[in-house]
């Protein structure tokens, strides 16, 4: 790895960090300089620019890893049930949470919390496209879940898988005891899958008829 490239992936190694634990607004371009290790106060706007740039170089890193294991896993297993896409789509959340020094998760989840839906929406469309053939794949297993609620569900069920992979993540660089990782991933499974196809009750039915909503995909991941 050459100097220059070293020198990036450092910084981006300490913004996903310190955007992790403080916030956007929490930390200034020269704290994740510093971080980096990198003396020259300006070096993060020299190679980035703005905060913005640097939220998507975050991006820019960790997706390709993301969605390579997740073709990966649909090439070897062939989804065609609930169980099988769920998995295919939210074990390669849960691996990341488990690389040492991780912090990805948990940048995701402040990035939701902050309301920056703006950054998700420049994921790059090769990314995007995979995220919208899982949605219309479990969509189509989910035929006695109304929509808008179908739509809601699967975006909600990503959520939750990111939820529980960044509490996990905290967990592991904290040194908190946590479920042994293949049972963790089993339960978490199963409970996403249960909330995916749970029947709508008549009261959920009811209020969705009195309560016209339109709901789209959401990436989050």
Known sequence: MSTLASTKAQIVAAAERLFA?????????????????NGNKSAVQYHFGTKDRLLQAIFEHRLPGIYGRRRILI??????????????YVLPILEQGEQ???????????LRHHGRRD?????????????REFSERVAALLPH???PLRAHRISQAVVFGIDAASHREHANVNGNPVLPFAVHVADLLDGLV????????????????DTPLQMTWSPFL
């Open 21 to 37: 634990q403080h916030g956007i607004e929490g930390v200034s371009l020269r704290q994740i300089g510093a971080e980096a290790g």
């Open 75 to 88: 090439a070897q297993y062939r989804p065609d049930d609930l169980q099988t896409w769920v998995k295919c």
């Open 100 to 110: 040492e020094g991780s912090h990805y998760l948990a940048f995701v989840n402040m």
């Open 119 to 131: 950054v998700f929406e420049r994921v790059p469309e090769e990314f995007l496209a995979l995220t």
């Open 145 to 147: 879940i109304p929509e």
């Open 194 to 209: 249960g909330f995916l196809q749970a029947p709508v009750s008549p009261v959920a039915r009811a209020v969705l008829d």
